[in-house]
Structure formats: C-alpha cells, structure tokens
C-alpha cells in the first residue's frame, strides 16, 4: 500500500511539474522579445523644409539652414490670421509631396 501510494505521488509531482513546464514554455514562445528600441527610432522623423515668413513673403529653407532654397510671391497678408501665426514661427514639411502640396494649397 505505501508503495502504491509512493509511486502515485511520483506520477502526481511529475504530471504537475510537466504542466508547469508547459505553461512556462508557452509563455516565453507567445510574448516574443523584441530588440531595444534605439534613440533613432524614439524620435520623431526630421522635416526636410521649413516655411517661414521673412520680409511679408513665405521662404522655403531646407531644414536647419538659414539660407532658403525658395522665396515664394505668396504674401503672408494674403493668409488667415491661424496661417501667418504658424508661418512666423516656422512650420515643418516632411517629404517632397508636402512641400508640393503646401505649394499648390496657398500658392492659389
């Protein structure tokens, strides 16, 4: 009888311990791991241009120059109050489409 019971707890302590491995190996194979994300990637894309106001005229500059690629005949008069306030502080484009797109909307 003690054998019986002996063996029985074997068996009962090896099926737990096989479910425990099961669990814990399930977990680590559904959550997979994923490499640290680098300062790069934490941060937001870099504009390629900037539009800003300069003498009552909108200039284009490529992003971080002083000196603009582009100066506009689009009057900072001729925008909305909201616009001119963006366009006197600098407002960002990120892709050649934007700047197009900026282009065509308040060169009209």
Known sequence: ???TVAVLSLCCITLFSFLVYQQLSFRSDSV?????????EQ???QPLYLVRAENGVLCIYP???DTPAEVTDIRLSS???YDQQLMKQGF???SEE???SF???FGS
């Open 79 to 81: 925008l909305r109050e």
């Open 63 to 65: 992003y971080g120059s």
């Open 103 to 105: 282009l065509e909307d």
């Open 1 to 3: 009888m003690n054998r």
């Open 98 to 100: 934007d700047l197009a």
């Open 92 to 94: 960002p484009l990120y």
């Open 32 to 40: 997979p791991v994923s490499d640290p994300i680098s300062a790069e």
């Open 43 to 45: 941060t937001e894309p």
